[in-house]
């Protein structure tokens, strides 16, 4: 293969691709990593300071630990049930053998479905004395808006927070309401901010709004999957516009469409931080998509253009990755859209898989490609590509 093709080297060079997903198979791969954690016995790691406590690793052994004291095993296995008591029984166990800690910069609790009445068990054993905090991980847990205000003022003592992970909970506008007001106080530096999968909608969005124009320095910020409409999309480009920390924003798995994409493509012409963008799984093709990221498409332009203007190379957005998979994107008015990215020297990754590109789009993808020195990576899993769209896009790394 290596002779065949004239070796890896060579195709570096040529077009700098490493990898193109072509999705051959029309079925989806979804690959699942689960990874057992070891119970470990807690006697040895909770000592005078602790930097990290991670609820599943400790569970089992806190268990042991507190309530036969030698902290010898009576079961090598213990069913751990999903009801609405056992995560609360357990945590009470897990944070009473904790309580000679001094101090604890990471708290990962993620996915064991506590509830707000876990959160006010927490705050009760726990957090209520705790300010070293630097990372917090309360996704999973089925908190509302009721356990986000029982938990704000514990996060507002965390003076070092860089990470605050409260995704795939029940989360709406008052509860983000109440955690804006906190990050208006305290504007923390370089925060990584994940509320995917909640219930945000228009409303909340909103508010992220705001917030991204008074607190600047937010990283990152993941609102995947939050029912965000057109509405909602407009005020988070104008918290964007001139937000100059912002480096990577994931808008996928909302309800986005051709409207609010366009704003969000206005906001972006001025921002010269944001380096990766998720718009996947949106409605953003409603006119075709490309059209609207181009920078003369503003109306009336099929989607493609759309993204143009940010990849073209005369744009200030240093975007080094671009997801617009599950967007129904058809072959329409690609070719501006290829005449950006042959030129363009910043994306590295390019992910347009599960849209409607043909052959057409194929072909002129591959035209673009084989001028393009820096795209590392191009997802085109589950398009309509055909033999020969796909063996056009082989070609390019000949």
Request: proline share 2%; aromatic share 6%.
């Amino acid at each position: 293969m290596e002779d065949l093709y004239g070796g890896k080297d060579k195709i570096k060079s040529v077009v700098g691709i490493c990898s193109l997903v072509l999705g051959i198979s029309a079925s989806y791969g979804m690959y699942l990593y689960y990874q057992r954690l070891q119970e470990q016995p807690i006697r040895e790691e909770l000592g005078s300071e602790v930097t990290s406590l991670r609820m599943w690793e400790h569970l089992e052994a806190a268990e042991i630990f507190v309530n036969e004291g030698s902290g010898s095993e009576t079961s090598s296995t213990r069913e751990r049930s999903t009801s609405s008591n056992t995560p609360s029984k357990h945590l009470h166990r897990l944070l009473d053998a904790i309580t000679s800690c001094s101090t604890t910069t990471t708290l990962d609790l993620s996915s064991i479905q506590i509830g707000d009445d876990g959160v006010e068990i927490l705050i009760k054993h726990f957090l209520h004395d705790q300010t070293s905090l630097t990372e917090i991980n309360m996704s999973g847990n089925n908190l509302t808006d009721r356990g986000i205000e029982l938990l704000a003022p514990c996060i507002g003592q965390q003076s070092k927070l860089a990470v605050l992970n409260l995704s795939h909970n029940l989360i709406g506008p008052i509860g983000f309401k109440c955690l804006r007001s906190l990050l208006l106080e305290k504007g923390y530096g370089d925060l990584k901010l994940d509320l995917s999968m909640n219930r945000l909608g228009d409303r909340g969005a909103s508010l992220v709004g705001q917030m991204l124009e008074k607190v600047p320095r937010i990283q990152e910020l993941d609102l995947n999957g939050n029912d965000i409409g057109d509405l909602g999309a407009m005020s988070i480009a104008s918290g964007i516009q001139f937000n100059i920390h912002l480096q990577k924003l994931n808008l996928g798995s909302n309800s986005i469409g051709d409207k609010g994409a366009r704003i969000i493509r206005t906001a972006l012409e001025t921002n010269t931080t944001l380096t990766h963008l998720w718009l996947h799984s949106n409605s953003i093709a409603g006119m075709n998509g490309w059209g609207l990221f181009h920078s003369n498409s503003i109306a009336g332009m099929n989607g493609w253009g759309l993204f143009h203007s940010i990849i073209d190379r005369d744009s200030k957005t240093p975007l080094e990755y671009l997801s617009l998979s599950f967007n129904q994107l058809q072959n329409g008015d690609i070719e501006k859209f290829c005449e950006a990215l042959a030129d363009n020297t910043r994306l590295r990754e390019l992910d347009l898989g599960f849209n409607k590109l043909g052959q057409l789009g194929a072909n002129k993808l591959s035209k673009s490609l084989k001028k393009n020195s820096c795209l590392s990576v191009l997802d085109l899993t589950n398009n309509e590509l055909g033999p020969n769209g796909a063996l056009h896009l082989v070609s390019c790394l000949l």
